[in-house]
């Protein structure tokens, strides 16, 4: 189980390997396409290698619904729990 | 009375792919062209899909014509005549007769008559159920030679002003002979299926669906039901995907099967010499390449960039391209994948011929 805080570096290291941004531009309350500039195959990217790395399901229907950092962390925190 | 001891066919030990042929239609069409159909831009196509350009066959020419063109150097790069065709095989979903098959018409023209001809219907992942088949006959000793051919008319199945799959694709057909060999040339197929997900590719109608509305709206001639008359405008079933859906089986799962094909064949990523998947999107390829952790020695084919997406040709032209521009690939080990509507899969390790 990890914590919010280690989530988040995870989770930046997923998005600098797919998109090569600045982990420390992955802050929580970036919205992955409007200020990171993610397009939704990178998002499905990004979202695969969370599954994997989290050892979480993130569904494709609610893929949709994160839309900020903090809204993937929040989600993958849950559904850990 | 005794019974009498059946003869069974004597086995093949080995198989080998021995010559591959391509046929590539010539118009070209452009991301340019595909941006008056669909509200778009060049580097956005080519940054989601890796695709410049598509070539697409005029309305003269036919699944049949382009599977005719592959098949013939195939043949000729083999040196096996029709004649000895123990079996022809078109892996095909755009051949527009649901029977007579193509395989029954193609084995006529290149004078294989009377060989076994059959059609497969494994969209993207034909090419590999073709040589998954092929090589299970050959090795049964069910045939000799076994012509396989992904041959696809896309353009007739598409519909150029929706998003999610049309401008994506390509016509196209490749070829290859298989036939027997003194050393392993055909690793073992991992092949399979997942209806779970018969939705996430497929046609907009079933032929059904065509005939009811076709007499519906005739009938509304009459009655005057102008949203009926406006639905059947829209009668022709074409292609859609749930891109989303697909990109995310293809990049996770087909990952998982193409590793197993690997240990299948006995062998680690490093003795390939070529990895060729179904040219279905760059980003799919790229990711697959990621997470099979590939050595930069294995050449990937990215045929899609010209090409675009051919369903079940795609592997073939690619593979045709490869050693065209790569002789000395020749001989080397390659992975093979595909996968598509189905949802189905199919992969193997194979000698380049």
Same mark, same amino acid.
């Given at each position: 189980m990890a914590s919010n805080e280690e989530i988040l570096v995870g989770l930046a290291e997923i998005v600098n390997e797919e998109t090569g941004l600045a982990p420390e531009a992955v802050e929580l309350d970036k919205s992955f396409t409007e200020d990171l500039d993610i397009d939704s195959i990178s998002m499905m990217t990004i979202v695969?290698?969370? =599954?994997?790395?989290?050892?979480?399901?993130?569904?494709? =229907?609610?893929?949709?619904?994160?839309k900020t950092v903090g809204d993937a962390v929040d989600f993958i925190s849950n559904a850990q729990a | 009375m005794s019974t009498p001891v059946l003869k069974q066919t004597p086995l093949n030990e080995h198989t080998r792919i021995l010559g591959i042929g391509a046929y590539r239609p010539d118009?070209?069409?452009?991301?340019?062209?595909?941006?008056? /159909?669909?509200?778009?831009?060049? =580097? /956005?196509?080519?940054?989601?899909? #890796?695709?410049?350009?598509?070539?697409?066959?005029? *309305?003269?020419?036919?699944?049949?014509?382009? %599977?005719? #063109?592959?098949?013939?150097? %195939?043949? =000729?790069?083999a040196g096996i005549e029709a004649s000895q065709l123990g079996a022809v095989i078109v892996s095909t979903v755009t051949h527009p &007769?649901?029977?007579?098959?193509?395989?029954?018409?193609? *084995?006529?023209?290149?004078?294989?008559?009377? *060989?076994?001809?059959?059609?497969?219907s494994a969209?993207? %992942?034909? &090419?590999? &159920?073709?040589?998954?088949?092929?090589?299970?006959?050959v090795r049964s000793g069910a045939a000799n030679y076994v012509l396989v051919v992904g041959a696809e008319k896309l353009s007739d199945v598409i519909d150029n002003r929706e998003r999610t799959i049309s401008f994506l694709l390509g016509d196209g057909?490749?070829?290859?002979?298989? #036939?027997?060999?003194?050393?392993?040339?055909?690793?073992?197929?991992? /092949?399979g299926s997942d209806g779970s997900k018969w939705d996430a590719i497929g046609m907009t109608r079933s032929m059904l669906d065509v005939r009811d509305l076709g007499l519906a709206a005739r009938r509304s001639d009459s009655t005057g039901d102008l949203a009926l008359l406006e639905e059947a405008q829209e009668l022709y079933p074409t292609l859609r995907q749930d891109g989303q859906t697909v990109f995310r089986w293809a990049v996770w799962e087909m990952a998982k099967v193409a590793q197993q094909a690997l240990e299948a064949a006995g062998i680690q990523a490093e003795d390939l010499v070529a990895f060729i998947p179904h040219q279905a999107n760059m980003r799919i390829i790229d990711e697959m390449v990621k997470k099979l952790k590939l050595p930069e020695t294995v050449t990937v084919a990215r045929d899609i960039a010209d090409a675009g997406n051919t369903s079940a040709a795609s592997i073939p032209l690619a593979t045709h391209r490869l050693l065209q521009e790569n002789p000395a690939l020749s001989g080397g080990l390659a992975l093979q994948? #595909?996968?598509?509507?189905?949802?189905?899969f199919g992969a193997q390790v194979i000698v380049l011929p």
């Open positions: 695969v290698n969370a =599954e994997e790395k989290f050892g979480v399901r993130i569904p494709d =229907e609610e893929v949709k619904n994160l | 118009v070209l069409v452009t991301n340019e062209d595909v941006c008056q /159909w669909i509200d778009s831009s060049d =580097e /956005w196509i080519r940054q989601r899909t #890796g695709i410049v350009t598509r070539h697409r066959a005029p *309305a003269d020419v036919s699944v049949i014509d382009m %599977a005719e #063109g592959a098949a013939r150097e %195939a043949m =000729e790069k &007769y649901a029977t007579p098959s193509a395989a029954a018409s193609l *084995a006529d023209r290149l004078g294989a008559t009377p *060989a076994p001809a059959f059609d497969i969209a993207c %992942a034909g &090419y590999c &159920y073709g040589i998954a088949q092929g090589d299970a006959l057909a490749g070829a290859v002979v298989i #036939g027997p060999s003194d050393t392993p040339g055909i690793a073992p197929s991992v /092949w994948i #595909g996968f598509g509507a189905g949802l189905v």
